[in-house]
């Protein structure tokens, strides 16, 4: 099972920018679609971006689309969220998710099965 390491979390004003960065372990990573999820204190964990396995397709929440963007570098096993235009309502725990897929779709929430620890993202009003 491929193991996952986010980074890049941190604090930033509103309409501020952030990167985030998922770093994954294992010969295997272009097998695998990605996915970021992210989860406040007492809500469910929210599936907000996802990219196939090859990069060639992706989804975006409606929250987030048009501000972030998810992109992926299978030579160096990472995936990226570019975050823009941050609002205080984007503040949460920010996870880095994966599971096998090969036919280039983007799998529903369901589906991740591998997730790494999470990183703070803070946005300020």
């Known amino acids: 099972q491929v193991q996952l390491e986010e980074s890049g979390g941190g604090l930033v004003q509103t309409g501020g920018s952030l990167t985030l960065s998922c770093a994954a372990s294992?010969?295997?990573?272009?097998?695998?679609?990605m996915g970021w999820f992210r989860q406040v204190p007492g809500k469910d964990r929210d599936f907000i971006s996802g990219?196939?396995?090859?990069?060639?397709?992706?989804y975006y929440a409606a929250s987030v689309k048009g501000r972030f963007t998810i992109s992926r570098d299978n030579a160096k096993n990472t995936m990226s969220l570019q975050m823009n235009s941050l609002k205080p309502e984007d503040t949460a725990v920010y996870y880095c998710?994966?599971?096998?897929?090969?036919?280039?779709?983007?799998?529903?929430?369901?589906?991740?099965?591998?997730w790494g620890q999470g990183t703070q993202v803070t946005v300020s009003s």
């Open positions: 998710a994966a599971t096998l897929e090969t036919k280039n779709r983007v799998p529903p929430a369901y589906e991740y099965n591998s």
């Open positions: 294992g010969p295997t990573f272009s097998t695998y679609a």
């Open positions: 990219i196939s396995s090859t990069g060639g397709s992706t």
